[in-house]
């Protein structure tokens, strides 16, 4: 398949979680490959200075201010996006995400809301507003939730996390089985433990480094090598990819139990 496959000159990709980490290595590997990218996050002011380092790089960034737990937030962020980027947003990637900590008999209620809502909840808030735009309008799109091999398997310590991934996984399905015949196509991306900023002390740690021992690659994955995935699903080389889960772990989820 031709690398043009891969490009994403013409769209416009809305990016939520996107202050830091996976979320703005997201952003700006769409807009290195053509695309329009609007920045979302509850951080305006972070948003701001990474939009104007992008656009210095030459390419197309705007920020909107997005809180993914409320609708009212989520519907204005998406009109403004819009706005911002000169039409209907045709790729979106729903990143953000907390993940919480303790085990299950110590976890709080409000906990549990914490993560289920921003997870599971906001996600769903954000890819109805963006797929109804989108069905309005007749313009063909793709839709990629960020989940985790732990939707898959679990880990200890973190169960509303698990089951918030999980949830976004049978909500990735459900939503491309109904929105296929709009032209809509609806993915997830699941990485495994990959390095970033807000991990990269903790596996410098006696447990980070037994953690890394179990990956049978023996080693955490870059930010960087996400890109094909995510790019695969955003662009037409993944035209008629629907409903899947790619994921990108070293092997960690065939390892032994």
């Known amino acids: 398949m031709s690398s043009v496959a891969f490009r994403l ?3 416009r990709a809305l990016i939520t979680g996107a202050s830091g980490g996976l979320g703005l290595h997201f952003a700006e590997a769409l807009a290195r490959a053509g695309a329009e990218v609007v920045l979302a996050a509850r ?3 972070k948003l701001a200075s990474e939009v104007e380092r992008l656009r210095e790089s030459g390419l197309r960034a705007h920020a909107v201010s997005m809180d993914v737990t409320v609708a009212a937030s989520v519907q204005a962020a998406v009109a403004e996006a819009e706005a911002k980027a000169g039409g209907v947003v045709d790729v979106l990637v729903n990143n953000a ?5 303790g085990f299950f008999l110590q976890v709080e209620e409000e ?3 914490a993560v289920v809502d921003t997870n599971l909840k ?8 963006v797929a109804r735009r989108l069905v309005e309008s007749g313009t063909p799109g793709s839709i990629i939730h960020i989940a985790s091999i732990l939707g898959l398997r679990v880990g200890g310590g973190v169960s509303p996390y698990c089951a918030s991934k999980a949830g976004l996984l049978h909500l990735t399905r459900a939503m491309a089985f109904e929105l296929a015949r709009n032209s809509i196509r609806v993915n997830a991306l699941a990485p495994g433990y990959i390095e970033t900023d807000f991990n990269r002390a903790f596996f410098e740690t006696d447990a980070g480094r037994k953690l890394v ?13 996400l890109d094909g995935p995510l790019l695969l699903l955003a662009s037409d080389a993944g035209s008629f990819m629907s409903g899947s889960v790619l994921e990108v772990d070293g092997g960690h989820l065939c390892s032994t139990l």
Do not use: C, K, N, T
Not at 213 to 225: F, N, T
């Open 9 to 11: 000159e013409g769209r």
């Open 43 to 45: 951080r305006a002011d």
């Open 97 to 101: 995400g907390v993940s919480g900590e």
């Open 111 to 113: 906990q549990w809301d």
């Open 122 to 129: 906001g996600a769903y808030l954000v890819a109805r507003a």
């Open 213 to 225: 021992s179990r990956i049978p690659m023996r080693r955490l994955g870059s930010m960087q090598e």
